[in-house]
């Protein structure tokens, strides 16, 4: 399974080394021919504005939007997450967003003073107790729709019951940086999802076949 990691600004090296503790091949991606040769891909955390403008810049905009909208697995952290919601709070003027997770999303939203922080949080789905969720000028999600399930929620202080992991079918974002911790189970809980992927598209792949 190739899994790569958007490699036009954030903390790369990280997501790249945490896939790989878990098994994938992982591989930078900052050209088409990168995007078309991976199974699925891991947008980290930077600056949302800024890596729609590099991605506009190196053509990647609309391919990683088609593909996204047309189910490749997708990871987003932090900015990445940002850049995988429907609506934004927030924002730029008229900043854009790849979207695809019917949710709105609030940037920078636990306030300027509480730049970065760390606490426990527990993810459904994600066996071995809570993961140490890192948050750096994170987003929370404000309202999500139907489709979107959520995983995460802070428990503790001012921001509790906030949403900060969510899921919709292909898509998984959460609001803090699991790839800074040297814990890969946030990674290994996306491959899993890569795999059902691959799995699902060879059983259409042969029912359409046995079809004919
Ligand atoms: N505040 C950043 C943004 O709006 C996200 C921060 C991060 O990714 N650590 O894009």
């Not at 403008?53 to 697995?73: D, N, Q, T, V, W």
């Amino acid at each position: 399974m190739k899994i790569g990691v958007l490699a036009l600004q954030g903390d790369v090296r990280e997501h790249l080394a945490a896939l790989r503790e878990v098994g994938a091949e992982a591989l930078p991606v900052r050209r088409l021919s990168e995007l078309e040769a991976v199974d699925g891909l891991v947008i980290p955390g930077g600056e949302s504005t800024t890596i729609v403008k590099l991605a506009r810049s190196f053509e990647l905009f609309e391919p990683l939007h088609k593909r996204i909208a047309e189910g490749m697995p997708t990871y987003g952290s932090c900015a990445g997450m940002i850049l995988l919601a429907d609506r934004i709070l927030g924002g730029t003027a008229d900043q854009e967003t790849f979207g695809g997770i019917d949710m709105t999303v609030r940037r920078n939203a636990f306030g300027r003073q509480v730049e970065s922080f760390e606490e426990p949080v527990p993810i459904e789905g994600v066996p071995g107790g809570p993961v140490t969720a890192v948050f750096i000028r994170a987003p929370w999600v404000e309202e999500v729709g139907p489709a979107a399930q959520v995983l995460a929620r802070v428990e503790s202080g001012p921001a509790t019951g906030r949403i900060v992991g969510i899921r919709q079918q292909h898509l998984l974002a959460t609001s803090f940086h699991p790839e800074l911790t040297g814990d890969a189970r946030v990674h290994g809980y996306f491959l899993n999802m890569v795999r059902e992927a691959l799995s699902d598209d060879g059983l259409s792949r042969a029912k359409s076949e046995g079809d004919q």
